[in-house]
């Protein structure tokens, strides 16, 4: 199975930073990986797929990059909004795998 | 708007079965691969399932292989996810979302059923 490592677990910031989240997978899954956003008691929300292309209706201030084994997640300034749980997740094989979650709080 | 709603989540013993349902609406059903993913309380997500438009195509966990059944009724527009031999490990939000084209990405989802396996 492809195991993928979010870094990091936790992380606070303020309201117009720039944050950057990274998934590590641990073979090469080409662009395969997906990034959503989970509020509490919510569904989760895709936000970007083929590690860098926007979902519809997506703020262009979230960004995806990468290929191969490192994947990041960048908000590039940061809303109240965007205060949630972000996951990643590989299709490149089955078993269909996610990260383990970053935790996105207001500092 | 694309709408997933799922229904059966409940209080289940150990040992026990469960049937959750997901009934779609606001898109073509018979067109979208569907799937199953959970989330334990407090932790992260886990995929359970993935069924092609027909339902001739499935893929499963390896850890549900044998216990769950993915299954779709595309006259009624509905998804269903049969549980059985459940155990503790088994407790989680359960959410049915909605495939984009033939990738796995999934691009709607239900806010989820809650299921819990204890005696």
């Known amino acids: 199975d492809i195991q993928l490592t979010q870094s990091p677990s936790f992380l606070t910031a303020s309201v117009g930073d720039r944050v950057t989240v990274t998934c590590r997978a641990s073979?090469?899954?080409?662009?395969?990986l997906a990034w959503y956003q989970q509020k509490p008691g919510k569904a989760p929300k895709l936000l970007i797929h083929t590690a860098s292309t926007l979902q519809s209706g997506v703020p262009s201030r979230f960004s995806g990059s990468g290929s191969g084994t490192e994947f990041t997640l960048t908000i590039s300034s940061l809303q109240p909004e965007d205060f949630a749980t972000y996951f990643c997740q590989q299709r490149h094989s089955y078993p269909i795998t996610f990260g383990q979650g970053t935790r996105l709080e207001i500092k | 708007e694309v709408q997933l709603v799922e229904s059966g989540g409940g209080l289940v013993q150990p040992g026990g079965s469960l049937r959750l349902s997901c009934e779609p609406s606001?898109?073509?059903?018979?067109?979208?691969?569907m799937t199953w993913i959970r989330q334990a309380p407090g932790r992260g997500l886990e995929w359970v399932a993935s069924i092609n438009p027909g339902g001739s195509a499935i893929h499963y966990l390896d850890s549900v292989k044998g216990r769950f059944t993915v299954s779709r009724d595309n006259a009624k527009d509905s998804l269903h996810l049969q549980m059985n031999s459940l155990g503790a490990e088994d407790t989680a939000v359960y959410h049915c979302?909605?495939?984009?084209?033939?990738?796995?990405?999934?691009?709607?989802w239900g806010q989820g059923t809650l299921v819990t396996v204890s005696s």
């Open positions: 979302a909605r495939l984009a084209g033939t990738s796995s990405i999934f691009d709607y």
């Open positions: 073979q090469g899954i080409s662009d395969y």
């Open positions: 606001g898109f073509t059903f018979s067109n979208h691969w």
